[in-house]
DNA sequence: CCCTGATTCGC
DNA sequence: GCGAATCAGG
């Protein structure tokens, strides 16, 4: 692929939108997030601020082998949204399935009583968004936490993007790895 | 580990 | 000009 006009054209609208290169990448197809990204610094819009002073980049960096510059700064007026779901939650409605059923092979299905209410409120927190992925719709960073019974069509995994390292989302990491102590007199 | 953009430098 | 490799930071 090459930069074409329209090509280019993509690529400046989406960066002018904020777009991450990995994002304009894809979108272009048949480059990878690095030629975006070079791309960019060649139309010499790296940075996304425009107006500015263009002057006051013109300071050559030509010569400067083995030398770490840290020359952009970037004005970044966008902030994450962190938001939490601490919105008091009511589900009047019945919970439609309450899983265990033929399961065994079921991993640590958080049995309420000894789960952190914290946790297991969460965790029926995120069945709702969850994605429900089917088996083949896994992938390495993605919650593998079953829901449901495997027999049943009523069966499917979490989804959610899940911890890095950990096969779950933050939700289900809180309920499958639990501290010791609090399974630790489990009667049974 | 995943993701970001930035820079370098052989092609 | 191009972009993989690499760097620096989150």
């Known amino acids: ?57 013109a300071a050559t960096p030509k010569a400067k082998p083995a030398a770490k510059p840290k020359p952009a700064e970037k004005p970044k007026a966008a902030a994450e949204a962190e938001a939490k779901p601490a919105a008091p939650v ?6 439609p399935k309450l899983v265990v059923t033929a399961g065994q092979p079921l991993p640590p299905q958080p049995s309420a009583n000894e789960i952190s209410p914290e946790a297991l409120a969460s965790v029926r927190e995120v069945e709702k968004k969850a994605k429900r992925l089917s088996v083949m719709e896994l992938t ?25 390292g950990k096969p779950y989302c933050e939700a289900h990491v809180g309920v499958a790895f639990q501290p010791m102590s609090a399974r630790r007199d489990r009667r049974r």
């Open 1 to 57: 692929m090459s930069w074409t006009d329209d090509r280019v054209e993509v690529l400046k609208k989406m960066w002018g939108e904020g777009k991450s290169a990995s994002q304009i990448a894809k979108e272009l197809g048949g480059v990878t997030r690095n030629a975006v990204i070079g791309k960019v610094h060649r139309l010499g819009l790296s940075n996304r601020s425009g107006g500015a002073s263009p002057a006051k980049a």
């Open 90 to 95: 009511n589900r009047p409605l019945g919970r």
């Open 140 to 164: 390495e960073r993605t919650c593998k936490w079953p829901v449901g019974d495997p027999a049943t069509e009523d069966f499917w995994f979490c989804g959610l993007p899940a911890q890095q």
